[in-house]
């Protein structure tokens, strides 16, 4: 065996009450460089063992007064990880054999030769070097594991997850910062499962209930979404999942807030619902219109008789006024819908105006209005929806002829203006507006 | 009603039958509009039962006329001996109301007017799977159908082949979604230039199911 404990010297303890033995012993030890101590009595044994400490330990079994075996344990009691060797002249092994299941680590039977003697002294200071050695890593192993865990602490109580524990017992484990931060609660009124379900949403519970004992039952369950109550006593949306750990006796959950993502799909599906909404309602003003042109018609069939009697026709007239209104807020409603439908295009303005006219041609030559159409050739494009500017066009054509029931002259002008826009005129001749009719004539 | 007061007065000709038809048509009005603001209200939060056939004759109340003045015929095969399902009615009606105005965009891209095969089918019935009763809704047309390099993204959000005529790209990841909270599932099979149909599966509300 190398004798690698060469380079730091070795203490060992010899206790025996034969004198020669102790004399031989620490000779031979001490010629290979063990540092030794002897002792002759169980006291002045336990008076080196005070004070030192020792690599390997020769003991008798047979000592005066105290039993070798006594001894041994006293040893233990100071120093369990030394190498207790007993020396035993009893060709009985029923002692020795007790003395190794008090801990001995070995035994020698007298007579002991050198090589013996050596041979299982340095086997005995070997095991005590590794044992120590052993239980050094042992100790830097448990240190190590102590910072990763305060290290997997750390990543658990500043996770913006809220990450727990539930026993079977009921008992709630999570990290005091972490249940602040994402609940507001106080660790100490959030003991058990209790306080868990006590916050979650009525509505919620049950899927929470049903959860927990599937994720006991040894299946894990991903992405539930319910609403749990903070201190604050507003609702959070949480996605949990929970899985089973340890064979089952405990789950662990986590929890993160998804009240963001919920308002957001909430908005999108009012978003959709409005479009919906648009679609539908365009069509069903298209359905309405027939029944309102069946309720107009009849009461004014209904009121036209009414008058030739001579009675009275408020209500009649009610009804039908009332009508007119829906009809022609639906019309409008319509026109709104058409213009989101319509693509704006670039156009040259003419076309709509000249459109516009021809509708009327006939109209103003009949009662002697002149049309004067100044738009150079060159203007420059417009974007627009040529339908729409030309129903725009129309209405303007027809104030005027209204405006002049005797004759007269309309006169449209356009011209190119900065800011990338096209100025377009149209003037008569007619009765006018006054000041308060003015203010009033675009209006809704 | 205001017009009854008319019955004080001697009617010597069709007064009743004018009157009548007022009455009946504003009726109409009335139930075209309370079934748009069914639909538009702010929803509620609260589950409730209802039945599939149902919701679709809702559904199909608002947007029928739209789909027969495009000249497209609705065939439906469902009754209303289904068992319920837990819903939010109105999402389920969104869900609805999507799928059909899919199909209807589909089937006008494909037949611009008039065709014999321009047909939405609208079914829905049991359906078991994996041990558990679904309600099935199937919604097929014979449109232009999906590309197969659609048919994966069409449940993503803003993924639209009509963004020109004001599509969204809402509606099929919204249903997704809404299908999604009532632990149901949409699928999709479509062949271009053939047909598509949506599949959706409801699951039937269980304490309703463990009587039947």
Known sequence: MPNHEAHQTQRLLIVDDE???????HDILTSQGYAVDVAADVESALALLEAHTFDAILLDIVLPRVNGIMLLERIKAYDPGVPVVMITGDPHLATATEALRLGAYDYLQKPINRRTLLHVVRRAVAT?????????????????????????????????DLIFALQRTGAFMVSATSLQHHLGYAREHWQDVQALLRACHPDD???????????????PVYDIELRVRRLDGTWQWESLVLYPVLSGHSIGGIMRDITARKRMEQ???????????????????HEIGTPLNIIAGNAELIRMDVKEQGLPTAELDAIIEHVDRITRLIDKFLTLARAQELPRLPLALHEPVLDALRL?????????????????????LVLGAADQLQQVFLNI???????MPHGGAVTITAQACPERQVQWCCSDTGVGMDAAHLARACEQ | MQILSLRNYRLPTNWGGYARDIVQETQRIADIVRELLTFARQETNEHSLANIADILDASLRLITTQLEKNGITLERSYSLELPPIR????????????LLSNAHHALNARYPQYDSNKIIQIRAGLHSRDGRSYIRLSIRDHGIGIPPEYQARIFEPFFTTRRDQGGTGLGLSVSYGIIRDHAGTITVASVVGNYTQ??????????????S
Do not use: Y
């Open chain 1, 19 to 25: 004198r020669s033995i102790r004399v031989t012993f």
């Open chain 1, 128 to 160: 005590r070097h590794l044992l120590a050695e052993k239980q050094a890593l042992e100790r830097q192993l448990a240190q190590r594991l102590e910072a990763s865990e305060l290290a997997f602490d750390q990543v658990v109580e500043h996770s913006a």
């Open chain 1, 360 to 380: 009327l041609e006939t109209r103003f030559s009949r009662e002697a209005i002149t049309v004067e159409v100044d738009m150079p050739a060159d203007l420059p």
């Open chain 1, 267 to 285: 908005e999108i599906r009012h978003a959709d619902r409005l479009a919906l909404l648009g679609q539908l309602a365009s069509g069903l003003a």
């Open chain 2, 87 to 98: 819903c939010r009615m109105q999402r389920i009606q969104q869900v609805v109301l999507n």
């Open chain 1, 205 to 219: 519970v049950e899927v929470m209930q049903q959860a927990i004992q599937r994720a006991f039952e040894g299946q």
């Open chain 2, 198 to 211: 949506f599949d959706v599966d409801f699951p039937v509300a269980e304490d309703v199911d463990a009587q």
């Open chain 1, 397 to 403: 054509f027809v104030n005027a002829w209204h405006a």
